[in-house]
Protein backbone atom coordinates (compact mmCIF):
# COMPACT_ATOMS: atom_id res chain seq x y z
CA UNK A 1 0.00 0.00 0.00
CA UNK A 2 1.48 3.17 -0.62
CA UNK A 3 1.73 6.20 1.13
CA UNK A 4 -1.84 7.75 2.49
CA UNK A 5 -2.19 11.47 0.31
CA UNK A 6 -4.12 14.58 2.11
CA UNK A 7 -6.89 15.65 0.44
CA UNK A 8 -6.36 18.76 -1.66
CA UNK A 9 -7.79 21.77 -0.52
CA UNK A 10 -9.88 23.87 -2.57
CA UNK A 11 -9.53 27.42 -2.49
CA UNK A 12 -11.81 29.29 -4.68
CA UNK A 13 -9.88 32.55 -7.00
CA UNK A 14 -12.83 34.75 -6.84
CA UNK A 15 -13.51 34.79 -3.36
CA UNK A 16 -9.63 35.53 -2.28
CA UNK A 17 -10.96 38.85 -4.23
CA UNK A 18 -14.02 39.34 -3.02
CA UNK A 19 -14.47 38.07 0.42
CA UNK A 20 -11.82 39.43 3.08
CA UNK A 21 -12.59 36.90 5.24
CA UNK A 22 -12.06 33.64 2.87
CA UNK A 23 -8.85 35.43 1.67
CA UNK A 24 -7.64 35.68 5.38
CA UNK A 25 -8.03 32.05 6.25
CA UNK A 26 -6.08 31.31 3.40
CA UNK A 27 -3.25 32.98 4.42
CA UNK A 28 -3.75 32.00 8.06
CA UNK A 29 -3.82 28.04 6.53
CA UNK A 30 -1.24 28.61 4.27
CA UNK A 31 1.54 30.26 6.70
CA UNK A 32 0.00 28.42 9.92
CA UNK A 33 -0.98 31.25 11.70
CA UNK A 34 -2.71 29.04 14.59
CA UNK A 35 -4.25 29.48 18.29
CA UNK A 36 -0.24 29.47 19.38
CA UNK A 37 0.32 32.52 17.48
CA UNK A 38 -2.41 34.02 18.71
CA UNK A 39 -1.34 32.81 22.28
CA UNK A 40 2.12 34.01 21.90
CA UNK A 41 0.84 37.90 20.73
CA UNK A 42 -1.72 38.07 23.56
CA UNK A 43 0.88 36.91 26.49
CA UNK A 44 3.94 38.77 24.71
CA UNK A 45 1.91 42.30 23.79
CA UNK A 46 3.40 43.90 27.24
CA UNK A 47 6.81 43.37 25.84
CA UNK A 48 5.84 44.64 22.23
CA UNK A 49 4.38 47.67 23.66
CA UNK A 50 7.02 48.76 26.13
CA UNK A 51 9.27 48.90 22.26
CA UNK A 52 7.41 51.25 20.83
CA UNK A 53 8.05 54.11 21.54
CA UNK A 54 11.94 53.28 20.39
CA UNK A 55 10.57 51.82 17.68
CA UNK A 56 8.41 54.96 15.83
CA UNK A 57 11.79 57.18 16.66
CA UNK A 58 13.83 54.72 14.83
CA UNK A 59 10.68 54.35 11.46
CA UNK A 60 10.49 58.28 11.37
CA UNK A 61 14.64 58.46 11.28
CA UNK A 62 14.99 56.63 8.49
CA UNK A 63 11.71 57.53 6.68
CA UNK A 64 13.15 61.45 7.08
CA UNK A 65 16.10 60.04 5.95
CA UNK A 66 15.47 60.29 2.20
CA UNK A 67 13.44 62.66 0.23
CA UNK A 68 11.01 60.52 -1.34
CA UNK A 69 9.86 59.03 1.83
CA UNK A 70 10.08 62.25 3.73
CA UNK A 71 8.07 63.88 0.64
CA UNK A 72 5.03 61.68 1.83
CA UNK A 73 5.25 62.90 5.42
CA UNK A 74 5.10 66.97 3.74
CA UNK A 75 2.72 65.74 0.66
CA UNK A 76 1.04 63.19 1.08
CA UNK A 77 2.42 61.68 -2.32
CA UNK A 78 5.88 59.88 -3.13
CA UNK A 79 4.54 60.68 -6.79
CA UNK A 80 5.00 64.27 -5.97
CA UNK A 81 8.77 65.39 -7.62
CA UNK A 82 8.65 68.68 -5.47
CA UNK A 83 11.32 69.91 -3.35
CA UNK A 84 10.85 68.42 0.29
CA UNK A 85 10.86 71.37 3.28
CA UNK A 86 14.60 71.18 4.26
CA UNK A 87 13.35 71.99 8.33
CA UNK A 88 10.97 68.87 8.15
CA UNK A 89 12.19 66.91 11.31
CA UNK A 90 11.52 64.64 14.01
CA UNK A 91 9.68 67.58 15.97
CA UNK A 92 7.61 68.72 12.96
CA UNK A 93 4.14 69.01 13.91
CA UNK A 94 2.60 66.74 11.05
CA UNK A 95 5.83 63.82 12.15
CA UNK A 96 4.30 64.00 16.04
CA UNK A 97 0.43 63.50 14.44
CA UNK A 98 2.10 60.77 12.50
CA UNK A 99 3.86 58.96 15.50
CA UNK A 100 0.90 59.05 17.14
CA UNK A 101 -0.98 56.98 14.65
CA UNK A 102 2.20 54.57 14.26
CA UNK A 103 2.24 53.82 17.86
CA UNK A 104 -1.21 53.13 18.30
CA UNK A 105 -0.48 50.49 14.92
CA UNK A 106 2.03 49.25 16.78
CA UNK A 107 -0.15 48.40 19.50
CA UNK A 108 -3.00 46.89 17.72
CA UNK A 109 -0.47 44.38 15.59
CA UNK A 110 0.09 42.96 19.00
CA UNK A 111 -4.10 43.09 20.28
CA UNK A 112 -6.28 40.12 19.85
CA UNK A 113 -5.78 38.70 16.69
CA UNK A 114 -8.61 35.98 16.42
CA UNK A 115 -11.14 38.46 15.55
CA UNK A 116 -12.28 39.71 11.89
CA UNK A 117 -12.15 43.21 12.98
CA UNK A 118 -8.25 42.95 13.66
CA UNK A 119 -7.72 41.97 9.85
CA UNK A 120 -10.57 44.01 8.74
CA UNK A 121 -8.78 47.16 10.21
CA UNK A 122 -5.72 45.77 8.76
CA UNK A 123 -7.31 45.52 5.13
CA UNK A 124 -8.34 49.47 5.90
CA UNK A 125 -4.52 50.17 6.53
CA UNK A 126 -3.57 48.80 3.06
CA UNK A 127 -6.90 50.67 1.34
CA UNK A 128 -5.98 54.02 2.92
CA UNK A 129 -2.51 54.19 1.27
CA UNK A 130 -3.39 54.00 -1.96
CA UNK A 131 -5.66 57.53 -1.82
CA UNK A 132 -8.96 55.61 -1.11
CA UNK A 133 -11.15 55.73 2.05
CA UNK A 134 -9.97 59.55 3.37
CA UNK A 135 -11.36 62.76 3.05
CA UNK A 136 -7.32 63.60 2.37
CA UNK A 137 -6.12 61.14 -0.14
CA UNK A 138 -3.08 59.88 0.85
CA UNK A 139 -1.11 57.98 -2.14
CA UNK A 140 2.63 55.83 -1.23
CA UNK A 141 3.71 53.68 -3.48
CA UNK A 142 3.92 50.20 -2.68
CA UNK A 143 7.58 49.87 -2.86
CA UNK A 144 7.85 52.00 0.19
CA UNK A 145 5.45 50.46 1.77
CA UNK A 146 7.40 47.05 1.25
CA UNK A 147 10.56 48.65 2.51
CA UNK A 148 9.15 49.84 5.53
CA UNK A 149 7.63 47.14 6.56
CA UNK A 150 10.42 45.03 6.30
CA UNK A 151 12.06 47.32 8.42
CA UNK A 152 9.41 47.25 11.06
CA UNK A 153 9.89 43.28 11.58
CA UNK A 154 13.52 43.54 11.26
CA UNK A 155 13.92 45.93 14.31
CA UNK A 156 11.04 44.06 16.31
CA UNK A 157 12.68 40.93 15.64
CA UNK A 158 16.19 42.19 16.77
CA UNK A 159 14.62 44.34 19.73
CA UNK A 160 12.86 40.66 20.78
CA UNK A 161 15.86 38.81 20.79
CA UNK A 162 18.07 41.09 22.88
CA UNK A 163 15.12 41.32 25.26
CA UNK A 164 16.49 40.59 28.87
CA UNK A 165 13.65 39.65 30.26
CA UNK A 166 12.03 36.84 28.04
CA UNK A 167 13.01 33.22 27.69
CA UNK A 168 14.25 31.89 24.24
CA UNK A 169 11.00 29.39 23.35
CA UNK A 170 8.94 33.10 24.65
CA UNK A 171 11.13 34.95 22.09
CA UNK A 172 10.86 32.47 19.29
CA UNK A 173 6.73 31.98 20.02
CA UNK A 174 6.66 36.01 19.52
CA UNK A 175 8.78 36.65 16.75
CA UNK A 176 7.42 34.13 14.46
CA UNK A 177 3.81 35.11 15.47
CA UNK A 178 4.22 39.25 14.90
CA UNK A 179 6.32 38.10 11.32
CA UNK A 180 3.20 36.26 10.11
CA UNK A 181 1.23 39.63 11.24
CA UNK A 182 3.46 41.75 9.67
CA UNK A 183 3.38 39.56 6.38
CA UNK A 184 -0.91 38.79 6.06
CA UNK A 185 -0.78 42.81 6.36
CA UNK A 186 1.85 42.99 3.35
CA UNK A 187 -0.63 40.69 1.85
CA UNK A 188 -3.38 43.37 2.45
CA UNK A 189 -1.72 46.29 1.21
CA UNK A 190 -0.57 44.54 -1.83
CA UNK A 191 -3.75 43.87 -2.46
CA UNK A 192 -5.14 47.62 -2.90
CA UNK A 193 -1.93 48.10 -5.36
CA UNK A 194 -1.64 45.09 -7.16
CA UNK A 195 -4.27 44.39 -10.61
CA UNK A 196 -4.66 40.22 -9.90
CA UNK A 197 -8.47 39.81 -9.80
CA UNK A 198 -9.44 42.99 -11.59
CA UNK A 199 -12.18 40.85 -13.15
CA UNK A 200 -14.17 40.94 -10.17
CA UNK A 201 -13.90 44.68 -9.55
CA UNK A 202 -17.79 45.28 -9.67
CA UNK A 203 -18.09 42.60 -6.92
CA UNK A 204 -15.14 44.01 -4.79
CA UNK A 205 -15.83 45.89 -1.25
CA UNK A 206 -16.24 49.63 -2.02
CA UNK A 207 -14.54 51.70 0.09
CA UNK A 208 -15.52 53.98 2.95
CA UNK A 209 -15.11 57.44 3.96
CA UNK A 210 -13.86 57.38 7.36
CA UNK A 211 -12.05 59.38 10.23
CA UNK A 212 -7.96 57.71 10.74
CA UNK A 213 -8.30 55.44 13.42
CA UNK A 214 -12.12 54.22 12.63
CA UNK A 215 -13.85 51.03 11.00
CA UNK A 216 -17.48 51.04 10.54
CA UNK A 217 -17.91 54.36 12.73
CA UNK A 218 -16.02 52.40 15.59
CA UNK A 219 -13.09 53.51 16.67
CA UNK A 220 -10.20 51.25 16.65
CA UNK A 221 -7.08 52.65 17.52
CA UNK A 222 -7.02 53.41 21.20
CA UNK A 223 -4.61 55.66 23.05
CA UNK A 224 -1.44 53.33 24.12
CA UNK A 225 -0.30 55.47 26.40
CA UNK A 226 0.67 53.53 29.96
CA UNK A 227 1.64 53.30 33.39
CA UNK A 228 4.84 52.21 34.83
CA UNK A 229 6.17 49.34 33.76
CA UNK A 230 7.34 46.65 35.86
CA UNK A 231 9.48 44.70 32.99
CA UNK A 232 12.35 46.20 33.40
CA UNK A 233 14.68 47.10 36.15
CA UNK A 234 15.83 50.67 36.22
CA UNK A 235 18.88 50.46 34.35
CA UNK A 236 18.08 47.80 31.73
CA UNK A 237 16.71 48.51 28.60
CA UNK A 238 15.27 46.41 25.98
CA UNK A 239 17.57 47.85 23.00
CA UNK A 240 20.73 47.52 24.92
CA UNK A 241 23.18 46.33 22.03
CA UNK A 242 21.16 45.99 19.60
CA UNK A 243 22.83 47.32 16.00
CA UNK A 244 20.11 49.69 14.72
CA UNK A 245 20.56 51.72 18.12
CA UNK A 246 24.22 52.32 18.21
CA UNK A 247 23.53 53.97 21.50
CA UNK A 248 21.27 53.03 23.87
CA UNK A 249 19.69 56.56 25.98
CA UNK A 250 17.95 54.43 28.27
CA UNK A 251 14.47 53.89 29.58
CA UNK A 252 12.18 56.69 31.44
CA UNK A 253 10.83 56.59 34.60
CA UNK A 254 7.53 54.84 32.42
CA UNK A 255 9.04 52.06 31.21
CA UNK A 256 9.26 53.66 27.78
CA UNK A 257 12.70 53.50 25.88
CA UNK A 258 14.39 56.35 24.84
CA UNK A 259 16.57 54.87 22.10
CA UNK A 260 16.31 56.71 18.91
CA UNK A 261 18.56 56.03 15.77
CA UNK A 262 21.68 58.55 15.13
CA UNK A 263 21.21 60.73 12.47
CA UNK A 264 22.49 59.38 9.16
CA UNK A 265 21.43 62.02 6.70
CA UNK A 266 24.81 62.42 5.57
CA UNK A 267 25.56 58.65 5.12
CA UNK A 268 22.64 58.19 2.13
CA UNK A 269 23.82 61.94 1.00
CA UNK A 270 27.57 59.81 0.71
CA UNK A 271 25.96 57.07 -1.27
Known amino acids: MGPSVRPRKHIDRKDLYTNLETRIQYLHSFIDFSSNDIEALITGSKYIKQLIPAIVNIVYQKLLQYDITARALETRSTSYEGPVDPNLNENSPQILHRKMFLRAYLAKLCSDPSTMEFWEYLDKVGMMHTGRGREHPLHVEYIHIGACL ?37 DLFAKWYVRDGDEYADEMEKPEIETEGYLH ?18 GTCPFSGISKADACNGCGDDGDCATVLPDRTKEVESH
Not at 155 to 183: F, N
Not at 217 to 234: F, Q, V, Y
Open 150 to 186: AFIQDTLTEALLSHPRLRMDKKIALVKAIGKVIWVQN
Open 217 to 234: GKRILADIEEGPSDLTTP
